[in-house]
């Protein structure tokens, strides 16, 4: 049984869910160094390493469509690097080569940056599970400020009156995009702050340190 402190989980949104490590996760948690920037480590659980305060990083959120956790390292060179989560994962335990390949989240969960959470796709590849996440979050009530066909000419796919920017021909609708705001307060105060908090928690074992 886990004694990971567990967070209530909030049914507004179940495509940002944080699922609990568990003992047998803890165990076995192995750490790398991030290429490019060695005074960082990144484990297989997506928990990043400071090497110079010994502190575990707490993550920071991007994007308004998919919120794709970053934290915020100094590179080998000295210039700050905001660098998604699973990007640095994928970086230090299963590099590639092909710059065009991108990073898919297999159970459509952005907040589930363990290794074996995450895969190379090519971008068509990305886009279809995008498409079909797109359609989970829509049966979960999770709203977009993308602009969607509408049977009615000028509005939403939610039947909002769009509004059209001055000087320009590009729509968007304010309620949609009003309630992705309150989303993304509402993940940051119910799901990112608790998670950094158990994260940090969680002493490292440095015994499961990988060489580079």
């Not at 190379?120 to 993308?146: F, L, M, P, Y």
Request: proline content about 4%; charged content about 25%; overall charge positive.
């Amino acid at each position: 049984m886990s004694t990971t402190p567990q967070p209530p989980k909030y049914s507004w949104q179940q495509s940002y869910r944080w699922d609990p490590f568990t003992d047998e996760e803890l165990a076995f948690e192995q750490w790398k160094t991030i290429p490019g920037a060695s005074g960082y480590e990144v484990s297989t659980l997506g928990r990043v390493y400071n090497r110079k305060t010994g502190n575990i990083l707490a993550w920071g959120y991007t994007g308004t469509s998919l919120l794709y956790a970053y934290v915020s390292v100094k590179t080998d060179m000295g210039n700050i690097w905001s660098l998604k989560v699973h990007r640095a994962v994928m970086m230090a335990f299963n590099p590639t080569v092909d710059n065009a390949m991108e990073i898919d989240h297999i159970d459509g969960n952005v907040l589930n940056n363990r290794l074996d959470n995450l895969r190379w796709v090519t971008h068509a590849e990305n886009c279809r599970a995008r498409a079909i996440k797109r359609q989970k979050d829509k049966k979960a009530g999770v709203v977009s400020a993308r602009r969607r066909r509408s049977t009615r000419k000028g509005y939403c796919s939610r039947n909002h009156k769009l509004q059209t920017y001055e000087g320009t021909n590009r729509q968007d609708c304010r309620q949609c995009r009003k309630a992705i705001l309150e989303r993304n307060k509402n993940y940051v105060n119910l799901i990112l702050w608790p998670l950094n908090d158990l994260m940090r928690e969680i002493p490292r074992n440095p015994d499961n340190m990988l060489a580079a």
